[in-house]
């Protein structure tokens, strides 16, 4: 039976290469693609043409397409750890990667409407969910229901990028990709901690009501292009790495 091809296209650097990524060699061609050594932070986004985080049903789901999915899988795979905020898991339910852990960002505690669920393989004490330690203990009331193991950390409600990157390196986990939402993206950016900006622009024209990344004008993040790959839908790739 054949398969519908996948092909995707490298623009920057202009190699004009392609690669049909429903396969093995073009998924290693993928792979090569997004492949970095050594400790990082990545935010791995999508966004409309319009700069929205969401689509008409008010998720990321009808922006999304099998070769951004692809793109999410060869990023987490690398990664050590995936950090998402609680309000995102709540929206758009979260499905926890087979490989890296994923780290839930918390700051009141509360978790009531999560839903989570399993890639094959995977194990739910991969879950970390990391709170203010005022809020430590309720949250562990609440984990036990997920299986999941609670990261405290000094500070309010408004937990600093810092302070979480911390608590993850001490654990062992400095391959970071955050996936969001908006609110914990802009975090991230303003604090000046991500090296590398993985941007799907998907070809919709949608009112922006949740713009994929807020910044402002004196914090706005310097970066230069590093990669773009474009597919025959339409969308766009693009890794953009913080400049010095």
Known sequence: MTHAPLLVTEVVPRSLSAAD???EHGREWLRA??????SYVRLNMITSLTGSAAGEDGTSETLTS?????????????????????????????VVPRTARLAIVTGSGRLAGHRLSLEPGAESDRVLLICPATVADE????????????????????????AILDALAARGLTRVVCEGGPTLAAQFAAAGVIDEYCVSVAPVI???????????????????????????????????????
């Open 21 to 23: 990524v429903a396969t």
């Open 33 to 38: 693609r997004y492949a970095r050594e050594g």
């Open 66 to 94: 099998r070769i951004d999915r692809g793109i999410l899988g060869v990023i987490r795979r690398d990664a050590d750890v995936v950090v998402v905020g609680a309000q995102s898991v709540r929206a758009e339910g979260y």
């Open 139 to 162: 949250v562990s009331r609440s984990a036990a229901a997920y299986g999941a193991v609670v990261v405290p950390v000094a500070g309010d409600a408004h937990l600093s990028p810092r």
């Open 206 to 244: 949608e009112p922006a009501h949740a713009p994929f990344l807020s910044v402002t004008a004196e914090g706005r993040p310097r970066t230069e292009v590093a990669g773009m790959l474009v597919d025959e839908a339409g969308f766009s790739f693009l890794r953009l790495r913080a400049r010095e």
